[in-house]
């Protein structure tokens, strides 16, 4: 079975795959499957955004269509930036700097508790669509540490797997991730 990832993030497809493969469901982008749809992100949930991405793609082709809206929410922010995780360093900034801004936000903060959050919404070609979730805690370090990963990774420290989630292997990552435990949510419900 082939799903359209509806998402122009480069990191989250590479889980989307590693996630799938071996399931015996092919993951392409939108890029790749030739839809090209630029969606404004308007909604004030997880749930919302991830429905108006994937709608966008559905609306455009005949296929299964996933998408993922996720984000941090850190406690000592009242669970900032949330929904707003792209683009909290303004719009096309990079993952150093929305790094930079958090850390610079939470300077002698000693409460750096938080959460990732994804909401996953799937569409089938008839039209159905289903939404699941998953969440995964931890803290910020006030330095970044470790290579692999996207966005927030360096400095998220997951108190599952002791270690950033830019120190940890995907399969590491993918196991107690927000968007790994959304996929495995969907999976279950799929299959
Ligand atoms: P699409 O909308 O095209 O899927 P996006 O990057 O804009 O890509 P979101 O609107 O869902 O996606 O924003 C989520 C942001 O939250 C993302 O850009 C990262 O900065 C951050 N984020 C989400 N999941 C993450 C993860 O697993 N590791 C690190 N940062 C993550």
Known sequence: MRIIAATKNAGKIREFEKIFSGLGFEIISQAEAGIDVDVEEIGDTFAKNALIKARAVAMLSDEYVLAD????????????????????????????????????????????????????????????????????????????????????????YSDELEKTFAEASSDEKNRVSHRGRALAALYDMIK
């Open 69 to 156: 809206d996720s984000g941090l929410c850190v406690d000592a922010l009242d669970g900032r930036p949330g929904v707003r995780s792209a683009r909290y360093a303004g719009e096309g900034a990079s993952d150093s700097e929305k790094i930079a801004k958090l850390l610079g936000e939470l300077e002698g903060e000693t409460n750096r508790k938080a959460k990732f959050v994804a909401n996953i919404a799937f569409i089938f070609p008839d039209g159905r669509e289903l939404i699941t979730q998953g969440e995964v805690y931890g803290r910020i370090l006030d330095k970044p540490r470790g290579e692999n990963g996207f966005g927030y990774d360096p400095v998220f």
